[in-house]
């Protein structure tokens, strides 16, 4: 199983970027795959979740209209667009494959985001 993180970068505040998730090793589509974040010095925080049987979404509060999660699954990617950016958002972000509740069992290596003027 892997999960490889792209996209990440340093963008100005009011800023977008969209981060892309490529995994290979499982049935991509049938499991929840989500996005959780850790700021510098803090601890991780959940960010988005994509159901695999529901094809639904969700998202915490503070990423609500700004950040929009998708997935293609002829592809095996995962994605977060990300707008409206603000200097609290700088984070590693990771892709993980979501288990159950806050559960996940496999990670991506994360990639950086910098918002920053």
């Known amino acids: 199983v892997q999960l490889v993180e792209s996209g990440g970068g340093l963008v100005q505040p009011g800023g977008s970027l969209r981060l892309s998730c490529a995994v290979s090793g499982f049935t991509f589509g049938i499991y929840d795959m989500s996005w959780v974040r850790q700021a510098p010095g803090k601890g991780l925080e959940w960010v988005s979740t994509f159901s695999g049987a529901f094809d639904s979404t969700s998202y915490a509060e503070s990423m609500k209209g700004r950040f929009t ?48 003027s």
Do not use: F, P
């Open 69 to 116: 999660i998708s997935r293609d699954n002829a592809k095996n990617t995962l994605y977060l667009q990300m707008n409206s950016l603000k200097s609290e958002d700088t984070a590693v972000y990771y892709c993980a494959r979501r288990v159950s509740g806050a559960t996940y069992d496999y990670w991506g290596q994360g990639t950086q985001v910098t918002v920053s």
